[in-house]
């Protein structure tokens, strides 16, 4: 017989054990998900410290899991609590048979206690599981910018041709190249070691510009960039006068079998801050042997990515294809809230990064 119940600690290593597996058969890109640090760091050392855990057992047996850390969230300056449905699976042996479908339904109907607005990130296999049966709504699809810093052997090797990858490459370098805004005189990009109250003023005030945004205090960054597991992230701030005007989170990761540069958040006070410290981030990886800089998310300055040499991958040749969705847990709120400028979505805000 097949039960549904939440999680409780006795549950712990049979979970961790069950995500190992099925990250193994899925050959899951992430594989730090049943890490029992890693676990923890997740969804229980979190800034609020509550993670609400679902399971689908058959005679005690764990077959299936679905996860819902919460976090602060600003809705028209208002705080309330936001959840993001993250780690969800099923056993092979079970799939196919309505047992997802039923344990979804069992932990979306038991969050809307807890929670008053829920997001979550599924890829183009999950979305319709999100939108048939638990009422999400798509807010957009995350768009996805490249900056080509060094691409002309990727062209040629995906062209198949190292005349022609050349030169398409080289073009795009230097379309890319001739749309940078320079730094003035008294301007300078450093590396950060941690994240200090000038860093989390900057953060606040970038927020209040959206109208539904996560609380990215520095409890929360801290927390967030400072995983045990993965000390990967780089801290770039841009110095104008001496004076913090813009920030960003970043980490080299090898995306399409090319070292990238990733922006994992980003804040900033006006938008020429921003362009500064986008056209130059790359200046202190200048040994990396960057392909790319990668950038994705929704914010309130339309197109500033494209201003500064990025462009943007057509939705059918996106390697990481990612819509955000969301629905609230009271019936009686408004969609109008529903819209991507409204929202300040980063990297960041997905799990597996």
Known sequence: MITFEKF?????????????????EVNAQDKTGSDQKNWDWRYEELPTGKSHVYLAKENDSIIGYYHIPTYEVFIKNKKMMIGNIQAVAVSKSHRNQNVFQKLAKFANHDIDKHVDLI?????????????????????????????????????????????????FGGLLEIYSRFKLEKLDQF?????????????????????LRHEIRLLRN??????????????????????????????AVVKIEYILSEQCLVIMDLAYDQVNSAKKLLSNIDSLYADDKIAF???????????????????????????????????????KKSSNLLKAALWQVTFSDWDVF
């Not at 450093?190 to 953060?203: A, W, Y």
């Not at 950038?295 to 201003?307: A, W």
């Open 218 to 247: 520095k409890t929360y960054l801290e927390w967030r960039f400072n995983n045990p597991l993965n000390s990967k992230y780089k801290i770039l701030g841009l110095r104008s006068n001496s004076e913090l005007v813009a920030i």
């Open 293 to 331: 800089i990668v950038k994705s998310g929704t914010s309130v300055d339309k197109k500033i990515e494209e201003n500064v040499g990025f462009v943007k991958v057509p939705s059918r040749f996106n390697p990481r294809k990612l819509y955000l969705l969301a629905r609230w847990t009271n019936e």
């Open 119 to 167: 997001y979550t990130f599924p890829n183009h296999r999950s979305i319709h599981t999100f939108i048939k049966y638990n009422d999400f709504h798509v807010v957009t699809e995350l768009p996805l910018h490249l900056r080509p810093i060094s691409v002309r052997a990727f062209f040629e090797k995906k062209i198949n041709s190292k005349f022609f990858g050349s030169i």
């Open 8 to 24: 409780v600690k006795s549950d712990k290593k049979s979970l961790l054990d069950v995500m190992k597996s099925i990250s193994d």
């Open 187 to 207: 301007d300078l990009i450093e590396e950060v070691d941690g994240f200090d109250t000038e860093i989390e003023t900057l953060f606040l005030k970038y927020g």
